[in-house]
């Protein structure tokens, strides 16, 4: 059930969180966030250079991010709780193709900390609100590692529904993984004006 009110912006407001898209001056944070959770996040994503993990590093890839949002080629919103300016999470659309798919794909982690809260679940169900009203998307995928049962049950959680298998999918920790193939369909999907 979605608790609160989506204002009409890149900043969204689901009870004691805020959603909003990543800016420049956000670089000291999410590289923290991603210092922070290194060994928990390791897993269950790409080997990471060592540039990933500074703020140095932050500070260019913000610079790409900012131009992707700028073209409408990719969202990275970042999660924070209320009274707190650290980052607690991130979620990205990546892959992002209109007429006539209209879909992209959606990415997420959350601080091993806030594990277990129901924090991701609702961030997402945000997130994605916004991208099915304001950015007129049709369809958001997903896909996660069979043994990564949290993120399966966020998924579910969040309303996506398995579409498929795909072996050795993702180039993942240095190995290529299966994935669970999921999406989520936009029930209210109008035609963007031109």
Known sequence: MFHS?????????????????????????????????????????????????????????LAQLTELHKHHLAYYFVIFREGSDEVCGVINFSNLVRHPFYAC?????????????????????????????????????????????????VLKSAGFEQEGVAREYLLINGRWEDHILTARINPHWIQPES
């Not at 999410?30 to 250079?49: S, T």
């Open 105 to 153: 794909h959606v990415g997420y982690s959350l601080d091993e900390k806030l594990q277990g809260k129901g924090i991701m679940r609702r961030a997402l169900n945000a997130a994605i609100r916004w991208m099915f009203e304001e950015q007129h998307f049709h369809r958001v995928m997903a896909a996660y590692i069979p043994r990564n049962q949290r993120s399966a049950a």
């Open 5 to 61: 009110i989506i204002q009409r912006s890149s900043s969204l407001k689901v009870d004691e969180l805020t959603v909003r898209l990543v800016t420049n001056r956000d670089a000291h944070q999410i590289a923290a966030y991603y210092q922070r959770n290194k060994n928990f996040l390791q897993p269950w994503e790409p080997l990471r250079d060592p540039a990933f993990f500074t703020v140095a590093g932050w500070e260019r890839r």
